[in-house]
């Protein structure tokens, strides 16, 4: 575990202020240790900091009867989903034994419950409406929506996005990233760019998740050896915000939202650039990679474990598969994309395509179960990892039944172990119990018909 | 106030649901939806419908143009710009990636709000590049031009004056050259070069670098708009007709005043059709409107198809790529042959899928062919790219290849499935012998016929072309049906389906439309119907010849005026 310095650090503007104002500022300043500040204040205990996560995977669970419609005689399974017991210490379904070492609680039945405005034009398909909805807890944007090219948008941020800028969360003390958006899967349902993440920071700000294990990597852990020059770029960077101003003024309406959305961006830049004599103590070997989704996965939670550890950032979320993901399971013997697979309502490849998702997953909370700091506190009992996917399943694009899944004991607000089901249940009561599990007030969640003020009863410690 | 996408109207808007469920035809998706709400009713072509926002009366026919946008660079464009600035064979740094609404990576550059990882790469970007630069004593000499020997000395001030009007894409202003000339000198820690490095990264990271600033300004001869000025002009047109930032004599003949006139914006855009870059930037154009981006993602089971190699994707964007570089330059005729020559060009293993001899083929040479008369090609919607990428690994896909008919060839929406569709097909045709048999439940279906019917009965037309484009009769072992029909009129297969598109206004007018669209970033709105309908007769007046379009689009209203209206 590396140590800290807790205090607030000195700014290297503080000194070469001024500099670009016109006044002479000399720089042959030997360097302050007090300057050189890893950021992020760690309490001394390290129970009081909870980490969210969200993961996803796409196209939901084999279809079951409760979906309605005919599918009886081609899904043999039944519902391998649902557990059958309810409440505490149930025993595993099929799909969740994947999962089961890590005692993870799960809510089902759920559903969105946002009014689809009219006319409908799409927004309610499933995929669409139940992504939006479980990221957002809104529905989607209808201005600008336009199914036939999947343009759609958020109208907030997504749960993951929401966190990390929340006051209650990390305070006036941020650590040096707010979050980390990672994918794994690089297919796409098309490239029309809009499923191509599942965090945004507002409408039309994707954060287009990192797949790349080296590119990760290197944001994480490459750290300059020359730490003046560092602070000279961050000093640069005020002179980029004055330049701008002449922009900002001539813009209006959105297009001068995006242009401050950037410069808000570039002072976040420049605050990392200004903490950045830090990365963390035990920085890991530089990663390999894998066209495999589980392989992969192991490798970005490998590196993402020690960046939760050493608190580069308490927020993640990770994309496994896009949603309507079109990822050829080839290795399960899978002929064609998933997401056909489901249309043609061939259950026995998604059981196995859903198992191995499942399995994936497993192996994130393997490496979060695994990272312990020296009190024995694992990741993953400071967490709360919030597993779900866009819809129930992919035969009538079914948005009841909403799997979802939530992990790790977020510093002990969260039950482990619990089953909760309530069908026809309002979805968004799962963002009121993270949120709260997280330590954050909220009264109520959900929007535009799925308002709520009940989280998940028997969840919440 | 909420924040909206684009432009004023959703091109999916109002119309579209009832329609669909109501068996009606497919609504022209350059047709300006209305704001009404009221849905389907009514022709928009006759303009019987009002919309609000519309600044003439409604359905009038006098053009007034649309809205600004303000698009960053897209990664192609950056780099372009970085090697014009800079150079070639410099780091290339990753990127925010490019998104493509609506079909084109220049409405997600306008539209989209940039990530905050976003910038940290253009920072980091900016760093690297100036580094790599300026760490190499001939390299920064050789762009400089000469020696600095003072933070602050003419030198300095001279370069990055000549560097800002490059970078900026127009002079810069004294205080913004002041700033710059300042920055060398604070953070130049004794070094002018130093100083230099970091007042270019500070350029590169500048809005006004990294975004396109055409806003306008007062049109003299209509007091009721704006013009874009000469220096936006400049960009305009280098934007388009090479995905990248001005060159010199662009940015001077935008400093005489030139690029206000007709003949100063034909004359400039000329020499910019004849630079190699025209070609390269012609070929992106084409490559989004017609998806070959997908090709990247093709892959298939050699054994199932024995005639797919891992280069035969390649080879498939390759062909197109020669195709309309043939049409475009070489014979500079009607570009609507796209979807029926029967010309077209081939290396060995696409003449194997083709089943035809190509005397000169081989792995890497392709040689130009005439497809035969008799057999089952013409035009790209029978070549292997389209086939391909319209298809799953073990299944063609009629639904994908009829959608991708509708929206990019004849630019209609097809509009979406109802909520709560069963999306799954009947058990009763579960034992449907053919792919074609399992669709027909999608026409049974009144639920799904709405949308169906617009998308299948086309796409069947393909039915005889494989997954990978090779030409078969048998599916699953049953003879192929490959009849179908477009909006009613019954055809034989995808060699008529060529025929029937040859007089097919549509296709040119959605040509246009697609074009319209990646020119300008966003989507057409009323107001600017009267400009595109001329373009389009001058289009057609010049035989649907490709060049002549790009030459009349930028001389026209339609690219050179813009209107004061924000979407706040």
């Known amino acids: ?461 | 106030m909420a924040r909206r996408l684009l432009v004023p109207l959703g091109i999916a808007g109002t119309l579209l649901g009832p329609a669909c469920y109501n068996g009606a035809s497919p609504q022209d998706s350059d047709a300006p939806p209305e704001t009404t709400g009221s849905g389907g009713s009514g022709d928009p072509s006759t303009g019987d419908a009002p919309t609000t926002g519309d600044s003439g009366e409604p359905g009038g026919k006098e053009f007034a143009p649309g809205r600004a946008v303000f698009p960053r660079l897209t990664i192609k464009q950056y780099r372009n710009s970085i090697e014009h600035l800079l150079g070639p064979a410099l780091p290339a740094p990753a990127l925010e990636p490019d998104t493509n609404p609506y079909l084109f990576y220049t409405i997600g550059a306008a539209s989209t709000f940039i990530s905050e990882l976003g910038v940290q790469q253009y920072e980091e970007a900016a760093d690297q590049i100036s580094h790599a630069v300026f760490d190499d004593p001939a390299r920064r000499e050789a762009l400089v031009g000469c020696v600095p020997a003072a933070p602050t000395d003419p030198c300095v001030q001279g370069f990055l004056s000549s560097f800002g009007r490059r970078a900026y894409r127009r002079p810069l202003t004294p205080e913004e050259l002041t700033r710059w000339v300042t920055v060398a000198d604070q953070l130049s820690t004794g070094d002018p070069w130093r100083g230099l490095q970091y007042a270019v990264s500070g350029i590169l990271q500048s809005p006004h670098f990294l975004y396109r600033v055409e806003l306008g300004e007062p049109d003299p001869d209509d007091p009721s708009r704006l013009r874009y000025t000469a220096y936006e002009m400049a960009s305009r047109l280098s934007f388009l007709l090479w995905n990248g930032p001005p060159d010199d004599a662009l940015l001077d003949a935008a400093e005489t005043g030139e690029l206000l006139t007709d003949a100063g914006v034909l004359a400039e855009a000329e020499r910019l059709l004849a630079d190699p870059r025209a070609r390269t930037a012609i070929q992106e154009f084409f490559a989004q409107y017609l998806y070959l981006g997908k090709l990247d993602g093709v892959t298939r089971d050699p054994e199932r198809y024995p005639l797919f190699t891992p280069t035969l994707p390649r080879s498939m964007l390759l062909e197109v790529q020669l195709l309309v570089d043939d049409l475009v330059y070489r014979t500079d005729s009607d570009i609507r042959q796209l979807f029926s020559t029967r010309h077209t060009f081939v290396n060995s293993e696409l003449a194997a899928l083709y089943g035809i001899d190509a005397p000169g083929a081989s792995p890497i040479t392709f040689v130009p062919v005439d497809l035969p008369e008799d057999g089952p090609r013409a035009g790209i919607l029978t070549l292997g790219a389209f086939l391909a990428i319209n298809a799953h690994e073990t299944l063609t896909s009629p639904t994908l290849r009829g959608k991708y008919l509708r929206e990019r060839v004849l630019c209609e929406i097809v509009p979406p499935p109802p909520g709560d569709v069963d999306t799954n097909l009947d058990e009763e045709v579960v034992d449907a012998k053919t792919l074609r048999e399992k669709l027909e439940q999608h026409r049974k279906d009144p639920v799904c016929a709405g949308c169906h019917a617009v998308m299948d009965p086309p796409g069947y037309l393909f039915e005889n072309f494989d997954p990978i484009g090779a030409f078969r009769t048998e599916d699953n072992g049953y003879p192929v049906d490959a009849s179908g029909d477009l909006d009613g009129k019954p055809l034989a297969n995808a060699r008529e389906l060529a025929e029937a598109l040859k007089d097919d206004s549509r296709v040119s007018r959605c040509m246009l439309i697609q074009l319209f669209r990646h020119a300008t970033g966003r989507l057409e709105t009323l107001t600017e119907r009267p400009g595109i309908n001329e373009l389009h007769d001058r289009f057609e007046r010049s035989g649907f010849r490709y060049r002549p379009l790009l030459l009349d689009f930028v001389v026209s209203d339609v690219f050179r005026t813009v209107s004061e209206e924000n979407d706040a």
């Open chain 1, 1 to 461: 575990m590396s140590p800290l310095i807790k205090r607030p650090p000195l700014s290297r503007r503080t000194l070469l202020r001024g500099a670009i104002g016109g006044t002479a500022v000399a720089l042959a300043i030997p360097p302050l240790e007090a300057m050189f500040s890893l950021g992020g204040a760690r309490a001394a205990d390290p129970q009081a900091e909870p980490i969210f996560g969200l993961f996803f995977w796409a196209n939901g669970v084999p279809w079951h009867a409760a979906h309605g419609g005919d599918q009886a005689a081609n899904s043999q399974g039944g519902d391998l989903w649902t557990p059958a017991a309810v409440g505490p210490g149930f025993a595993p379904s099929p799909l969740l034994t994947p999962l089961a070492a890590h005692q993870v609680s799960v809510a089902t039945g759920l559903e969105p419950k946002t009014e689809v405005p009219q006319p409908d034009n799409g927004q309610s398909d499933g995929h669409m409406r139940g992504f939006m909805v479980a990221m957002t807890g809104d529905r989607i944007r209808p201005e600008g929506f336009d199914h036939p090219s999947h343009t759609l948008t958020c109208l907030r941020p997504t749960l993951d996005q929401y966190v990390a800028q929340h006051e209650q969360f990390y305070g006036n003390a941020p650590p040096r990233f707010r979050s980390l958006c990672l994918g794994v899967s690089e297919a796409r349902f098309h490239d029309y760019g809009h499923w191509n993440a599942i965090s945004f920071t507002g409408p039309d700000s994707p954060v287009i998740p990192i797949s790349n294990p080296a590119q990760l990597y290197g944001m994480l852990f490459d750290v300059p050896a020359d730490l003046m020059a560092v602070g000279r770029r961050a000093t640069l960077v005020d002179a980029v915000l004055e330049d701008a101003k002449s922009l900002e003024a001539r813009l209006g309406g959105t297009d001068k939202q995006r242009l401050e959305a950037h410069l808000d961006h570039l002072r976040e830049v420049q605050r990392r650039l200004e903490l950045s004599s830090g990365t963390c103590e035990n920085v890991p070997p530089p990663p390999g990679d894998s066209g495999d989704l589980i392989a992969r996965t192991e490798i970005h939670a490998q590196i993402l474990a020690v960046a939760l550890q050493c608190g580069l950032t308490r927020v993640f979320s990770f994309m496994l598969t896009s949603p309507a993901t079109t990822h050829v399971f080839s290795n399960l013997g899978v002929p064609n994309g998933m997401h056909q697979v489901c249309h043609d309502g061939q259950w026995d490849w998604v059981r196995s395509i859903t198992e191995y998702q499942m399995l994936a997953f497993a192996r994130l909370l393997d490496q979060l179960a695994l990272t312990k700091d020296p009190m024995d506190n694992s990741l993953l009992d400071r967490a709360c990892i919030y597993g779900v996917s866009e819809y129930g399943e992919g035969y009538k694009h079914s948005n009841v039944e909403t799997p979802v899944v939530l992990a790790g004991g977020a510093c002990g607000k969260l039950v482990r172990g619990y089953h909760y089901r309530e069908p026809g249940g309002n979805l968004c009561k799962v963002h009121v119990t993270i949120l709260r599990a997280l330590g954050i007030d909220t009264p109520s969640y959900g929007f535009n018909g799925a308002e709520t003020t009940e989280h998940l009863t028997g969840v919440l410690a």
